[in-house]
């Protein structure tokens, strides 16, 4: 009972070891998926050398139930028939893990994929937010800058009013001085309108003199021309 790549025993042995590493590599993906460090194979890499494996099993579980019908003892060929179901039964239930396995991978790196691009976006409104404060940041110090130039506004005005009022005050001093001056001579206010007439008519002298004096140097300058 021969194959094209062998007898049917040859057959069955090479399946089984292939079984056993496909389980092994199973195992690995396992503690892999679990583990916060990958070492040796990458997973990828031994994802595909499983699936490879399985799939070469199933092909020998083909040629296999070809060649246990072609055994002439029908104790021989149930034997041989169960143990090929049985090799097809435990390939099949390892493609259902390594498929499980790749379904999950699949939903952690789509789920990767969407906390990516969530953080994206939350960063990107992080730096919106924080361009808010610091609008507000700058607005609150123009506040504050405005108001404390107003203070000093303020300060410098209150500080000229009471030089003012300082300078008021001596300017009234010194005309309560004055009149007690005055008092003090013995002068009254009629003196002093005289003093204040003379000295009108005294400058109104002094304007007609200016007058006269230019009206004859004008007509010395046209008389002599």
Not at 200 to 223: A, E, N, P, Q
Request: glycine fraction near 6%; include cysteine.
């Amino acid at each position: 009972m021969e194959g094209g790549g062998g007898t049917l025993s040859e057959i069955y042995q090479s399946a089984k070891k292939l079984l056993m590493r496909a389980q092994d590599g199973i195992e690995r993906l396992e503690r892999l998926e679990n583990s916060t460090s990958s070492g040796g194979l990458d997973s990828p890499e031994l994802s595909f050398v499983v699936k490879k494996d399985i799939s070469q099993v199933l092909s020998l579980c083909a040629d296999m139930d070809r060649l246990w019908r072609s055994v002439q003892a029908k104790p021989q060929r149930d034997l041989w028939r169960r143990k090929v179901e049985l090799v097809a039964e435990e390939a099949g239930s390892l493609k259902e893990s390594l498929d499980r396995y790749f379904a999950r991978n699949q939903r952690r790196m789509k789920e990767a994929q969407e906390r990516a691009e969530l953080l994206g976006r939350a960063n990107g409104d992080s730096a919106h937010v924080l361009r808010i404060f610091d609008e507000e940041a700058q607005a609150m110090q123009s506040v504050h800058n405005s108001k404390r130039m107003l203070a000093d506004s303020i300060s410098t005005g209150a500080a000229i009013l009471s030089k003012y009022s300082e300078q008021r005050e001596r300017l009234k001093r010194a005309q309560r001085k004055a009149l007690d001056v005055l008092n003090t001579v013995g002068l009254s206010n009629a003196v002093l309108r005289l003093i204040e007439r003379r000295n009108r008519f005294d400058r109104w002298i002094k304007y007609f003199g200016m007058l006269i004096t230019l009206v004859i140097l004008y007509f010395l300058v046209r008389s002599s021309g």
